[in-house]
């Protein structure tokens, strides 16, 4: 059984960071492209960032110099580290893990993150 599991959301105030943890289990995490995507309320769900099974990436605009995804392939974990925060980054943070040539994406279940004074 394939599970994602977020951790590492909270509260933090407007210029603080925050590290988001993406751990998976049930699958060769390395075959994986792995994105986090966030949704906030009364809003569609975007893409955040992206970072391919050889470790490319790429990172909404929005984010370009705040956030760094990372992978660690031996503990089968991608990181989002979020820097110099902001309001507009409030809301719930998704992991996404993707393997289009054999169509299968596993999403996890969410972790919040609220940017406020």
């Known amino acids: 059984q394939v599970q994602l599991v977020e951790s590492g959301g909270g509260l933090v105030q407007p210029g603080g960071s925050l590290r988001l943890s993406c751990a998976a289990s049930?699958?060769?995490?390395?075959?994986?492209?792995v994105g986090w995507y966030r949704q906030a309320p009364g809003k569609q769900r975007e893409l955040v960032a992206v970072i391919g099974s050889y470790g490319s990436t790429n990172y909404a605009d929005s984010v370009k110099g705040r956030f760094t995804i990372s992978r660690d392939n031996a503990n089968n974990t991608v990181y989002l580290q979020m820097n110099s925060l902001k309001p507009e980054d409030t809301a719930v943070y998704y992991c996404?893990?993707?393997?289009?040539?054999?169509?299968?994406?596993?999403w996890g279940q969410g972790t919040q993150v609220t940017v406020s004074s």
């Open positions: 996404n893990s993707k393997r289009e040539i054999a169509g299968l994406d596993y």
């Open positions: 049930g699958l060769i995490f390395s075959f994986y492209d």
